[in-house]
């Protein structure tokens, strides 16, 4: 098989998933250093963005479900400390491929903060 | 574990999690609400009630911006695999939708009918407010009287219900200045009627009051179609002049298209521009009666309340005028909307139509439950084993209902097409019943009613064939194959089904035989006359250009002279009207009919006076139309306006007033006493207002008495419409600026007069044709389906010495067994339903024990015809194969 064409392939996969949400690349970010469950992403969002990235019940569990249904993040086989909550919670884990996704994105980002670098975009404005 | 009792914040966020997808709250919705208690929980140490608020807004919003993206995944995961389930099953889907198209297409049709005139509104503004007054005299059976020029001027001052009355009436004039001297339809109304119709002219104006005033410039306004067909839509026809009953008329405005009621015509004039409605007869004599009143109620009163109104009106009329109302007669009068004034006529044929659509689609609907119970079966494994793999009982459920949703969707396209492939056709048909015919159209609210027929039907069999094989889920997968008491259940309600369809094809089957004999029995009856090749033509005069009595009477007897002469011509008659003329067939007897006294017997108080129908013919009409003489003479030259005058009448009048005694030499008066006719003679009945009416009591009278040409009855020694040229020109070289319009032969008139019912049998046949094919085809297919399953035990039996006979007869007889409930059933069910069909039918009870029982051996044929194959397969089952095969 060609390498090379399989890394084509692979990166027109990632791709297809860019741009990602807001809410889904913060997701993704949370994951990446070590499995949560969804209380525990939505709380270092919230804390990590300085609560500008806010996730309810709702969107939480609806971006889990894609991302899950995509292959970027995957349920871990980890079972919940019973003492600590007796809530059955669900752990979850970034991905190899939510991972290249994850980067993908960081980078895509950074090329377009590189350009907007480059036109000035952020020079003081004027004060009249 | 403590068994928790759950706060209200925690019932209201699982009250909202429900709007999720059952799939998603199986997977997530434990969760859900631990993150969501979390999170109260910190707001609750943070004690903020704005952070509540907030808390509670978020969790809303995410779960509304939640739900519908969820939902659409599912359904396009579900529609992709739908299709793909389709496109393998190439035949299964074809048939499905062939059948459902037949049953949504025929109920598009004939519901684009029914709301278009039924239903929707009349096309005017504020169209409730309009109402049609009809005069009545009960006693002599006249429903529909018209009024007279001082009886409207009383309704019009005395009303307190109505911001408008209005008159109408049609007349026929020629036209000059345009071409060949033209006869057009002309409509003769009040100055104010468009606007009381709310129309808007599309060019130049309508009528002003001063255009009413007596001595007026005469103005005319054109139809749009007359404008647009015969004058190629000229943007300069406002102004223009044509001649028309010897005066200068201008045009002064063309109307929009819209429809026109009660009939269409090409152009409307006011009314002091008909030579008749200024004539002193009409202004002053409050008897004679010609014209038709159209009203709008003021605003917030009811048609109830205007009918009141109308009605003391009318009786006011009885005290003031008794010689005009005399109390004998009944009379009375009443106001009803006008919408359902112009489709009484429609009403009973489109509901019965409508209810046999409506079958069509049941049995369609039973007859794809049946075909996807048969592939359920098939796909039972399938199923199963995405059951096992998690998939959720409503997740299979709703997977099955958009599969059916889309066969649905699909059949609901092709039937649009169908529907308005037929629309041409139905609009023909139901010109004939009713003025809003024109109006028929697919609008939106037809393409909802598709709609909701598509839903309505894949819900109905989607859900049939998914509930009965959903109970059966794990046990399939459990057994590795059918298993006997599934396979048992499910042939159950096929088989029910099968009865069902039976039921409602037979119901459908008995609607059309019942219209096709009452068909049969009106061609088999006796009309009274021999139309074959008879021609009538009719014919008008300028009425201006025969100033004089005597004038008319040489120039109608040069007419009947010529004709008489022409080559061909064997009888020529001159006569008021025909039987079977199109409009003695709309406005039925009381159109022609008249009250009259009989010499020397008086009438109790309170007793209704005879009535007759009248028509004014020259000597020869009873010979040129067949009509035989019973007792007495007909007509000769000699019963003119010089001499006394005579009358002949029918048989039916005969009966009616001298059962036991000879009417000739009897005398009859119609103008209170002032004139007397002697009966010279009695002729046969004619059932000239259609073959399903029978004969009322007529009164002929020399056609010398009354000054109209008329009609010009012709019998001839050849096809007569190949002799409508050669009588045109006869009648031409007579006087030139004479009309002739209207040519049409005894025969046409007579099968023209039978339209109705004879397009209402032909769609039940269609329907019922269909019903039959669909059942039909069911039946067999269930009994293949038995068959097959039964390959084993149809083994053993033949194996332990069956006889292949017995086996056949094992297997017809099932088929038999299902037709035969079915049968019954559907008996139980047309003879519910007769009173859709009664009025309809003609000599024929709506239990015709011919009819059911041929209607029934025709079920049983078909029936026994498809389980045939099935059961000659049955029979030739080898058992060792069939054995080996387990």
Redesign the interface.
């Known amino acids: 098989m060609d390498p090379r064409g399989e890394r084509v392939t692979k990166k027109r996969e990632t791709e297809s998933f860019l741009p990602l949400t807001p809410a889904m690349f913060h997701i993704l970010l949370a994951l990446a250093d070590g499995e949560k ?3 525990a992403i ?1 709380k270092e969002v919230a804390r990590r963005t300085e609560d500008k990235v ?9 971006n ?2 894609r991302l899950e249904s995509a292959g970027l993040i995957a349920e871990s086989s980890r079972r919940p400390e019973l003492v600590l ?6 752990y979850y884990l970034l991905t190899e491929f939510g991972r290249e996704v994850a980067v993908a994105e960081a980078e895509r980002m950074e090329e377009a903060l590189g350009q907007a670098r480059a036109k000035k975009l952020f020079r003081k404005p004027k004060l009249a | 574990m403590e068994k928790q009792t759950l706060s209200f914040s925690q019932k209201l966020f699982r009250a909202l999690v429900r709007v999720l997808p059952f799939d998603f709250r199986m997977n997530y919705e434990g969760e859900m609400e631990g993150v969501f208690r979390e999170q109260q929980r910190e707001v609750e140490e943070r004690g903020g009630f704005f952070e509540a608020l907030k808390l509670w807004k978020e969790t809303i919003v995410g779960i509304f911006t939640t739900a519908p993206r969820e939902h659409w995944q599912i359904l396009t995961s579900d529609c992709g695999y739908a299709l793909r389930m389709m496109r393998k099953n190439a035949g299964f889907t074809a048939v499905a939708i062939l059948t459902l198209a037949l049953g949504i297409g025929a109920n598009t049709a004939i519901f684009s009918v029914v709301h278009s005139v039924l239903l929707r509104s009349l096309p005017y503004p504020q169209a409730n407010q309009l109402i049609f007054i009809r005069q009545q005299e009960k006693k002599l059976g006249i429903e529909d009287l018209s009024f007279s020029v001082k009886e409207i001027e009383d309704y019009r001052a005395q009303n307190r219900t109505l911001s408008g009355l209005v008159e109408y009436h049609a007349m026929s004039f020629t036209l000059f200045g345009h071409g060949d001297p033209e006869r057009v339809r002309t409509g003769v109304v009040s100055a104010n009627y468009f606007e009381l119709f709310g129309v808007q002219p599309l060019l130049g104006r309508t009528f002003l009051p001063e255009d009413e005033k007596l001595g007026a410039p005469p103005v005319l306004v054109l139809s749009y179609e007359y404008w647009k067909n015969d004058f190629g839509s000229d943007p300069e026809i406002v102004g223009k002049t044509f001649e028309m009953n010897d005066k200068v008329h201008t045009v002064v405005g063309v109307l929009p298209q819209v429809p026109q009621y009660p009939n269409e015509n090409d152009v409307y004039m006011p009314t002091s521009a008909c030579p008749f409605r200024t004539s002193k007869m009409h202004l002053e004599n409050r008897d004679m009666r010609m014209m038709e009143v159209f009203g709008r109620l003021k605003p917030g009163v009811t048609a109830a309340q205007a009918n009141a109104d109308i009605s003391t009106i009318s009786e006011g009329l009885k005290t003031a005028y008794p010689k005009s109302y005399p109390e004998n007669v009944g009379f009375a009068s009443v106001a009803a909307p006008l919408q359902e004034e112009l489709t009484r006529g429609a009403r009973p044929t489109l509901l019965l139509l409508l209810a046999a659509a409506a079958f069509v689609l049941l049995i369609a609907c039973a007859n794809v439950a049946n075909l996807t119970l048969s592939r359920m079966a098939k796909r039972e494994r399938e199923l199963a084993v995405r059951s096992a793999l998690g998939a959720g009982r409503s997740r299979l459920l709703r997977q099955l209902l958009t599969e059916s949703f889309l066969l649905a969707f699909a059949a609901g396209l092709l039937g649009l097409v169908l529907a308005y492939g037929s629309l041409e056709l139905l609009t023909d048909f139901v010109g004939r019943l009713t003025p809003r015919a024109r109006e028929i159209h697919i609008d939106s609210g037809v393409l909802w009613f598709t709609l909701a027929a598509a839903l309505g039907t894949s819900f109905l069999f989607g859900t049939l064939s998914a509930l009965f094989s959903r109970a059966n889920l794990t046990s399939s997968l459990k057994e590795g194959s059918t298993s006997a008491g599934t396979g048992r259940r499910q042939n159950r309600v096929r088989s029910a089904l099968i009865v069902c369809q039976i039921a409602f094809s037979f119901m459908l089957l008995i609607g059309a035989g019942l219209m096709l004999r009452s068909l049969v029995k009106m061609q088999q009856v006796d009309a009274g006359i021999v139309p074959q090749r008879v021609l009538a033509l009719r014919t008008s005069f300028i009425w201006s250009k025969y100033t004089s009595d005597d004038k008319t009477r040489v120039a109608i007897q040069q007419l009947l002279d010529r004709v008489q002469s022409e080559p061909g011509v064997l009888v020529a008659a001159i006569s008021n009207r025909y039987p079977f003329e199109p409009e003695i067939i709309t406005g039925g007897p009381e159109s022609v009919s008249f009250s009259f006294q009989v010499e020397g017997r008086a009438l109790e108080p309170g007793q209704a006076p005879p009535v007759s129908t009248f028509a004014a013919v020259s000597p020869d009409y009873f010979k040129a139309l067949g009509i035989p003489l019973k007792d007495g003479r007909l007509f000769a030259e000699t019963d003119n306006e010089k001499g006394p005058l005579v009358v002949v009448i029918n048989e039916a009048m005969k009966r009616q007033l001298w059962p036991n005694e000879n009417p000739i030499g009897k005398r009859i008066s119609n103008d209170g006493g002032e004139h007397w006719g002697t009966i010279v003679g009695t002729v046969g009945d004619v059932r000239e207002f259609g073959l399903d009416h029978p004969p009322v009591p007529e009164i002929y009278a020399p056609q010398k008495l009354n000054l109209s040409p008329g009609v010009l009855i012709v019998r001839t020694a050849v096809e007569p419409r190949s002799m409508a040229k050669a009588l045109t020109r006869a009648v031409h070289d007579v006087d030139s600026q004479m009309a002739v319009s209207r040519i049409l032969s005894l025969e046409q008139a007579r099968y023209e007069s039978m339209a109705s019912p004879r397009v209402t049998a032909s769609l039940l046949g269609i329907f019922a044709g269909l019903a039959l094919v669909i059942a039909t085809a069911g039946i067999g297919g269930i009994m293949a389906l038995m068959v097959s399953q039964r390959v084993r035990e149809i083994g053993i039996r033949i194996a332990l010495g069956a006889r292949p006979s017995s086996i056949l007869q094992m297997v017809l007889g099932q088929g038999m067994l299902l037709a035969v409930l079915g049968i019954g059933i559907g008996i139980a069910g047309a003879v519910a339903l007769t009173g859709l069909v009664k009025s309809l039918l003609f000599e024929v009870p709506p239990t015709d024990v011919l009819t059911f029982s041929g209607v029934g051996m025709t079920l049983l044929a078909a029936a026994a015809l498809a389980s045939y194959l099935p059961a000659r397969r049955a029979a030739a089952v080898d058992p060792n194969e069939a054995l080996r095969a387990e």
């Open positions: 469950h969804g209380y939505l806010r996730l309810s019940a709702g969107t939480l569990y609806g889990l479900a909550d007796d809530e059955r919670r669900r």
